[in-house]
């Protein structure tokens, strides 16, 4: 099993749709979660990150976490074709150590 | 802030020779990670620096790659001798926290 599964995709959505992507982590021990965004030919940025279960929320996207079910997605309301890109999800243990990164889940929105 | 920096871009190589790929982190930043990234494998850490000191290197992939971080702006990751399966896209980045981390461009390598 590997420590952070992600679905690969692609997820296709149309534009103004809300795009749910989601991320599952084997470590019971994760205590950080980021989403990363990750154009095709570009290096991963951050999008936002969580340490609570619970929702977080940044403009049009949103963070959820439920540590009991070691789950933890994102969601992006009124999906623009601009947010077409893989979305990379990574958990640590503690401030210490180094990020896992999920596969990537692929991300089109369609006109 | 530029952001940071890695050169080259693109390096094409024949299988046998060395590789040295190099890193500018974000100033002030004083933990240094270089990644690799594969279709099959995705993104993998291979060597993490933190006050320029190497913290983990159990992700390298074998003796072939070696790493170093001479001063707090500045380093290298070195494949020596390279062999195709090393072709990826190898990203270096930088944090003030070990938590958020800023990515470079990223140095396309292929080895033939």
């Known amino acids: 099993q590997k420590e952070v599964e992600q679905n690969s995709g692609p997820l296709s959505v149309p534009e103004g749709a809300i795009a749910s992507l989601n991320c599952t982590y084997s470590d019971r021990g994760s205590q950080s979660f980021f989403w990363y965004r990750q154009y095709s030919g570009k290096s991963p940025e951050l999008i936002m990150f969580?340490?609570?279960?619970g929702d977080k929320e940044d403009g049009r996207f949103t963070a959820q976490l439920n540590k009991a079910s070691q789950y933890v997605s994102l969601l992006i309301r009124d999906s623009q074709p601009s947010d077409s890109a893989t979305y990379l999800c990574?958990?640590?243990?503690?401030?210490?150590?180094?990020?896992?990164f999920g596969g990537g889940t692929r991300l089109m929105v369609k006109p | 802030d530029a952001g940071v920096i890695q050169s080259p871009r693109h390096e094409v190589t024949e299988m046998g020779q060395e590789v040295t790929l190099r890193c500018k982190p974000i100033?002030?930043?004083?933990?240094l990670f270089w990644y690799r990234q594969t279709m099959m494998r995705g993104l993998e850490l291979l060597i993490y620096?933190?006050?320029?000191?190497?913290?983990?290197d159990s992700g390298m992939p074998e003796d072939r790659f070696s790493a170093k971080m001479p001063n707090a702006s500045f380093s290298t990751l070195k494949i020596q001798p390279s062999e195709p399966r090393d072709s990826a896209v190898y990203f270096c980045?930088?944090?003030?926290?070990?938590?958020?981390?800023?990515f470079g461009s990223g140095t396309q390598l292929s080895v033939l």
């Open positions: 620096f933190n006050n320029n000191v190497p913290i983990d």
């Open positions: 990574a958990v640590n243990r503690n401030a210490g150590n180094m990020l896992t």
């Open positions: 980045a930088s944090s003030s926290d070990r938590v958020v981390l800023f």
């Open positions: 100033s002030g930043h004083n933990s």
């Open positions: 969580i340490y609570s279960n």
